[in-house]
């Protein structure tokens, strides 16, 4: 399978705890995405990287979440003490490049306690 | 803030029949998409316009994308229960940031 992968697929973990999710693109895709999505609604925006540079960071990201891509390839994305907030299932997708579909990964469901 | 306004937000109808949703927006895009999600997964990307009045035909699903290019409409003929899901509609604004709608949740009941 060469598509968009995401690990973990769940997350349970109580309130004040670090939580990590891994992604890994499509290899060919220099660009990879980050989302959040609540039920009901539609994806949000997170953050975007070009190869290993970060882009852009949405204001939905608080300094508790942090992104990185070091070599270009899959990147992590880390929830610094979860609050019940952060609920939701993360969604990662990459692309080959500007204004190009994105192919998306199955998401990581969080639940915080 | 760009926002895409998705209607109806829920749709139930019975198999066989033929449904439209919707995609607005007070501003133009530079192209749009069309995806499905199912519960549990991630989305899955049906179709692109980039053209003002393009019209695309997936099968029993044809998008349109409107003159103006705010807007956009996604129509089912002969719905299926295969054809349940989530339908997001998502546009690009000429940033390099891909701004999701509300989603329409539809139900085919067999």
């Known amino acids: 399978d060469t598509g968009v992968s995401q690990d973990p697929r769940h997350k349970i973990t109580k309130r004040g705890q670090n939580v990590t999710f891994r992604c890994d693109p499509i290899?060919?895709?220099?660009?990879l995405y980050w989302y959040r999505q609540t039920l009901g609604q539609g994806p949000e925006f997170l953050t975007y990287?070009?190869?290993?540079?970060?882009?852009?960071k949405s204001r939905l990201l608080s300094d508790r979440f942090s992104a990185e891509r070091p070599k270009g390839s899959f990147s992590t994305l880390e929830i610094q003490r979860t609050e019940q907030g952060d609920s939701a299932m993360y969604l990662c997708?990459?692309?080959?490049?500007?204004?190009?579909?994105?192919?998306f990964g199955d998401g990581t469901r969080l639940s915080i306690l | 803030t760009q926002l895409l306004e998705q209607s109806p937000q829920f749709l139930s109808i019975q198999e066989g029949e033929n449904l439209t949703v919707y995609c607005n927006s007070s501003s133009v895009f530079s192209s749009l998409q069309w995806y499905r999600q199912e519960p549990g997964e991630g989305p899955v990307l049906l179709v692109t316009v980039v053209t003002g009045g393009e019209v695309k035909k997936l099968k029993r699903l044809t998008f349109q994308f409107g003159d103006a290019r705010k807007d956009s409409s996604l129509h089912i003929t002969a719905a299926q229960p295969g054809d349940t899901g989530l339908y997001l509609c998502a546009g690009w604004f000429g940033n390099e940031k891909l701004t999701f709608g509300t989603g329409t949740r539809l139900t085919i009941i067999p």
């Open positions: 990287f070009q190869n290993e540079a970060q882009l852009e």
């Open positions: 290899s060919e895709h220099n660009r």
């Open positions: 997708a990459s692309s080959l490049g500007d204004n190009q579909p994105q192919h």
